[in-house]
């Protein structure tokens, strides 16, 4: 039965023979688990090949050779004169041309004398160096055997990426114990079709022929990179279908206050259609009897923070209790400032709770919250501590949702029964990518910006204008403006040719007195004070220089100049998300790209495409092309789907094949589904 076959994958490979607890530990630290699965899962990154030569004059220096020799002479290392020599086997080839075998390793000499016997014909693989004095020569082989043992070095050898401690001979040797028992079950059971293919493209992937073999287009990897989508979606299918299952208490609850219409009469500006269209699509989610799973993104600056504003009034018409949950600090207390005087016009307690609160002030919010006076409460993880209780958790709106793992998520739904949940991204990527990622999420999408916003100017500049730039900047910085100038180190390094944050502080605090510094570096509470110092419209700091700890949280409308510099050696979404800090006022902004001498066309082609465009799809879509999968949302990547065998470039009809197989609600039924779930742990991986 496919059952046996399933356990065997995860089974702790400590018990597969010649491995054991230590060896498991050091696969663990490579494939990020210790089970067979884990193993199976880590494929061959390329095939080295290992054809038999006649003489090493047909190879040159780097090459792997693998070659017939006889045994010459033995020539016992140690340290000489103060100069440490390895030991070496003189050896010759069929043509009789001279070759040596090096050891570093002195002491277990007497080991490869033993298996390197003089006068005898041995086969040894590895790679071939050439010295001035030794002529021909191999250090440390990667194979020895007698010549009727040839057929022991692999004509084509698969080379895993590795680790401290472990050997391309102790992949090999696990791979081939792996397979030996899977073909034993195999045989020994009544194997589905479906896991039988499944299990033949993997046995090829793990014994290459070539490197084409490995290359995300062949037919076996590309059958994997299905089966996992395939996997991954029908695992989202089966949650969606289980949460249509789970009960609401919002549709126990009666409509107890008017205060939607109060909203929308409150704000100083109208919604965009885009907005309105977003809140409609909630407040229809709202209407189901099952949790809302929705997710709104909007590019930076769209207006995301008031859709879910409008989402949490509407909660509180029938007194249930909404929070909003942020990363940091400083965009709770943002937030913090921008909703509380909307909810103080309709009479709704609006608090903040972050780990700052201690003492008489933090007890206080807990009893309100507790209580369930607090109708709307914001702020960073202290919203789910332990010590927490909510009378009523009807909404959870998660902001900047990648910034936080499954666990954190859960913890905070758990706080409430069946809470609806609201997503807010800010980095916009391919709808495509969208609905196989967060599947198992409605998608609601904010494409436009308030009425009044300005395009912002961007342009890119060589690292020898900075200076040309200052003098450009002072006039209007002398008539209010607000500056950014973005570093991307902290400080000056020797080995890197790039400007710190801490020495242009130095220079622009000379030219404008006042300015300010901001770096990952700093006391949490110090970099606080200066960010709300900057944002702060009566403050005389003009310029803030930081590194990218802006990139995400902070508001200042009258900042309308964004520096950066080195920006070749930023990914798209960050310097998406940088020039998103500026342009939030009625005035026109500009963001300045400044790139240094040794820019690479990779890294032109990104600042061009910045220059071009402001759409943030696009700008994703350009990034995806480029880069691939791997940094969807920059620098931070925690809480992403690691796939292993799909590369989006070369998938992407796959994304689309195994999204539409796995959205019928019967899924669950399915039984390959289930094959499939159990194989990639897919409950796991949908909960992200």
């Excluded at 249930?320 to 990363?327: E, K, T």
């Excluded at 507790?370 to 409460?377: E, F, H, M, P, Q």
């Excluded at 999408?445 to 300005?454: F, H, M, S, V």
């Amino acid at each position: 039965m496919d059952k046996e076959v399933f356990d065997f994958f995860n089974t702790d490979l400590q018990f597969i023979h010649g491995v054991g607890p230590v060896l498991a530990s050091k696969f663990n630290d490579v494939l990020g688990g210790r089970r067979v699965l884990d193993f199976l899962l880590h494929i061959p990154s390329y095939v080295r090949p290992r054809e038999i030569l006649d003489s090493v004059m047909e190879a040159k220096a780097g090459d792997t050779i693998t070659i017939s020799v006889m045994v010459k002479s033995h020539k016992r290392g140690g340290v000489f004169k103060g100069r440490r020599r390895p030991s070496q086997i003189v050896c010759a080839d069929k043509l009789s041309a001279p070759l040596t075998i090096q050891f570093f390793n002195v002491k277990f000499l007497d080991y490869w004398m033993e298996k390197l016997p003089i006068g005898s014909w041995r086969i040894v693989s590895g790679k071939l160096d050439f010295s001035n004095r030794d002529g021909a020569i191999i250090n440390h082989p990667d194979f020895i055997e007698t010549p009727e043992n040839a057929t022991k070095i692999p004509a084509h050898q698969a080379i895993y990426p590795s680790g401290e401690g472990l050997t391309q001979k102790t992949f090999s040797n696990v791979r081939d114990q792996i397979f030996k028992i899977i073909h034993e079950r195999i045989n020994a059971n009544n194997t589905s079709e479906n896991l039988l293919e499944f299990l033949d493209a993997l046995e090829h992937v793990h014994y290459p022929e070539s490197n084409d073999d490995l290359a995300p287009n062949s037919t076996f990897v590309a059958k994997l990179a299905y089966c996992e989508l395939f996997a991954h979606q029908s695992a989202i299918a089966i949650n969606r279908n289980l949460r249509k299952a789970q009960v609401n208490m919002r549709q126990l609850r009666a409509k107890k206050y008017d205060l939607i219409n109060k909203f929308y009469e409150s704000l100083p500006f109208k919604l965009t259609s885009a907005q309105q269209r977003a809140i409609d699509e909630i407040f229809a989610d709202f209407a189901r009897p099952v949790p809302m799973m929705r997710l709104v993104q909007g590019d930076v600056g769209s207006g995301k923070t008031m859709v879910a504003c409008g989402a949490m009034i509407k909660m509180a018409e029938t007194g249930a209790q909404s929070v909003l949950l942020a990363p940091t600090d400083t965009l709770a207390q943002q937030h913090f400032a921008k909703i509380k005087p909307l909810c103080d016009k309709f009479g709704l307690v609006c608090d903040v709770l972050t780990g700052r609160d201690k003492g008489v002030a933090r007890r206080e919010k807990l009893i309100s919250l507790k209580s369930g006076r607090t109708k709307i409460a914001i702020g960073t993880h202290a919203l789910f501590s332990e010590d927490v209780i909510y009378k009523d958790l009807g909404l959870v709106v998660i902001d900047e949702q990648h910034r936080f793992g499954v666990a954190q998520r859960t913890a905070m739904r758990s706080k409430g029964n069946n809470p609806d949940m609201l997503a807010l991204s800010a980095t916009p990527i391919p709808r495509t990518l969208s609905m196989t990622v967060y599947g198992d999420m409605d998608v609601s999408i904010i494409n436009e910006k308030p009425a009044g916003r300005l395009p912002i100017k961007t342009t890119k500049l060589p690292m020898e204008r900075a200076k040309a730039l200052i003098e450009r900047i002072a006039p209007q910085i002398k008539n209010g403006a607000k500056v950014f100038w973005v570093c991307p180190l902290v400080e000056e390094s020797e080995n890197i040719d790039m400007t710190a944050a801490q020495s242009r502080f130095e220079e622009l605090n000379k030219y404008f007195p006042g300015s300010g510094l901001c770096h990952g570096q700093m006391d949490k509470k110090a970099r606080d004070k200066v960010m709300e110092e900057f944002a702060d419209e009566n403050s005389k700091m003009r310029v803030l220089v930081s590194t990218t700890v802006i990139e995400v949280g902070i508001d200042v409308p009258s900042a309308t100049i964004m520096v950066i510099e080195n920006a070749e050696r930023f990914g798209l979404a960050a310097l998406h998300q940088l020039r998103g800090r500026v342009g939030r006022g009625s005035k026109q902004s500009y963001c300045i790209l400044l790139y240094g001498n040794n820019i690479s066309p990779d890294g032109l082609k990104r600042l061009d495409v910045l220059c071009e465009t402001e759409d943030g799809f696009v700008i994703a879509e350009q990034d995806l092309m480029m880069r691939g999968v791997g940094e969807l949302l920059g620098t931070k990547q925690s809480g992403w789907i690691q796939y292993y065998f799909v590369n989006y470039r070369e998938h992407r009809d796959l994304f689309k094949l195994a999204q539409s197989a796995s959205m019928d609600d019967n899924i669950a039924k399915n039984n390959w589904a289930k094959q499939l779930r159990a194989i990639f742990d897919c409950s796991t991986i949908a909960g992200a």
